[in-house]
């Protein structure tokens, strides 16, 4: 439980460095419909219980913090269910910070609540990414 308050905490204590952003460039290294396609896979591992799969999307360092598929499954279930279990999902902007891409995704819960949900990404050594972090706030929800 004490890992849980933590990442709560990091997770806020991060926010204000990840909302100075700038419109990501496809000249900057990355294409956000990657980041996208990361989201939807994480998101598909909870709907149908693989906490494996929804695992492996994390970075190593969350990984290692969160221990076991099933601690990180159960930390996202109680504190994330917007992510966990939403009812809608709309990308907004993919962003890039001076610590990394970051990725808007508006969601509805499963009670029908509206949030934002700011994905941060971390470059592996292999050249992928992974979602290094989720910052989740309530939203008036998406508007193009």
């Known amino acids: 439980m004490a890992q849980y308050r933590f990442w709560k905490l990091a997770a806020a204590a991060g926010a204000s460095l990840l909302l100075a952003t700038a ?37 190593d360092s969350l990984q290692r913090r969160f221990q076991t598929p099933e601690f990180f499954m159960e930390m996202v279930r109680q504190g994330y269910r917007p992510v966990y279990q939403p009812k809608s999902v709309t990308f907004g902007q993919s962003k890039m910070t001076k610590y990394g891409p970051t990725q808007e995704v508006y969601v509805t819960g499963p009670q029908g609540k509206n949030w934002l949900a700011l994905y941060s990404f ?7 990414w992974r979602i290094s972090g989720c910052y989740l706030t309530k939203s008036e929800g998406f508007s193009a």
Do not use: H, R, Y
Request: hydrophobic share 40%; glycine share 10%; net charge neutral.
């Open 23 to 59: 419109t990501v460039k496809a000249e900057e290294g990355f294409d956000g419909a990657k980041l996208q396609t990361i989201i939807k896979n994480q998101m598909s591992a909870f709907a149908s219980g693989n906490a494996k799969a929804a695992f492996s999307f994390a970075t």
């Open 122 to 128: 971390e470059k592996q050594p292999d050249g992928s």
